[in-house]
T-cell receptor
C-alpha cells in the first residue's frame, strides 16, 4: 500500500481479554517500530524489528505484551489479559533502511479497555 | 536509558512571532530527526540532522544539531496558524543497523491568528 496501515483503527475490549493489533508497513521497508502514545505526548518506544528479527523489546511494559513479524512484513502486537492501564493509542511505523532512518507512521489503533 | 527532554512543553503565540523549541539530552545521538504531528494523524518527518553543528532550513523553519550531537533546536520565524501542531524530536540511538528512534515528549504549539 501507499502508507503504513494499521487495523483496527479503534478497539474496545473488556478487561482480561486478549487483543491483537496489526500493522502493514510500506512495501519493502526493512524496519518496523511499535510505539504507544498518550494524547499530546511523544511516542513511547515499545519494540522494533529489522526484517523478521526483533532487535529490541526493551520498551514492552511487561510479559503480557509481545510482538512478531514472522515474514518480515506484517507485524502483530498482542496484549494478553488486558488491563485498563493498557488503554492508549498504539502506533506502528516503518523505515526503508536499518539503523534508525526516517519513520513513516500509520494512523494508529486506539485501544480502550473497559 | 537515553532520554530526550523537549522544552517548552506548551507554547501559545500570536501569528507573526518567532519561537524556538529545544531538544536536549545527556546522550550522544548518531542523528536526530524532527517531526510534526497534527490531531488524529501520525507524526510526519520534517528533517534529519546528522553532523554536529549542522544547520538545515525548511522555509521558515531552521533546525540545528549541537556540536556534541546531544541537543538540537527548531526555530520558526514569523509563525503562521498553519504551524500549529505537536513538534517532536527523535534521536537515533545505537549504531549501524541496530539504530532505533527514541522520541522526546513533544512541544505543543498553538499559533493564534
Amino acid at each position: 500500500g501507499a502508507g503504513v496501515s494499521q487495523s483496527p483503527r479503534y478497539k474496545v475490549t473488556k478487561r482480561g481479554q486478549d487483543v491483537a493489533l496489526r500493522c502493514d508497513p510500506i512495501s519493502g521497508h526493512v524496519s518496523l517500530y511499535w510505539y504507544r502514545q498518550a494524547l499530546g505526548q511523544g511516542p513511547e518506544f515499545l519494540t522494533y524489528f529489522n526484517y523478521e528479527a526483533q532487535q529490541d523489546k526493551s520498551g514492552l511494559p511487561n510479559d503480557r505484551f509481545s510482538a512478531e513479524r514472522p515474514e518480515g512484513s506484517i507485524s502483530t502486537l498482542t496484549i494478553q489479559r488486558t488491563e485498563q492501564r493498557d488503554s492508549a493509542m498504539y502506533r506502528c511505523a516503518s523505515s526503508p533502511r536499518q539503523g534508525g532512518s526516517e519513520a513513516f507512521f500509520g494512523q494508529g489503533t486506539r485501544l480502550t479497555v473497559v | 536509558t537515553q532520554l530526550l527532554e523537549q522544552s517548552p512543553q506548551f507554547l501559545s503565540i500570536q501569528e507573526g512571532e518567532n519561537l524556538t523549541v529545544y531538544c536536549n539530552s545527556s546522550s550522544v545521538f548518531s542523528s536526530l530527526q524532527w517531526y510534526r504531528q497534527e490531531p488524529g494523524e501520525g507524526p510526519v518527518l520534517l528533517v534529519t540532522v546528522v553532523t554536529g553543528g549542522e544547520v538545515k532550513k525548511l522555509k521558515r523553519l531552521t533546525f540545528q544539531f549541537g556540536d556534541a550531537r546531544k541537543d538540537s533546536s527548531l526555530h520558526i520565524t514569523a509563525a503562521q496558524p498553519g504551524d500549529t501542531g505537536l513538534y517532536l524530536c527523535a534521536g537515533v540511538t545505537g549504531s549501524g543497523n541496530t539504530g532505533k528512534l527514541i522520541f522526546g515528549q513533544g512541544t505543543t504549539l498553538q499559533v493564534k491568528p
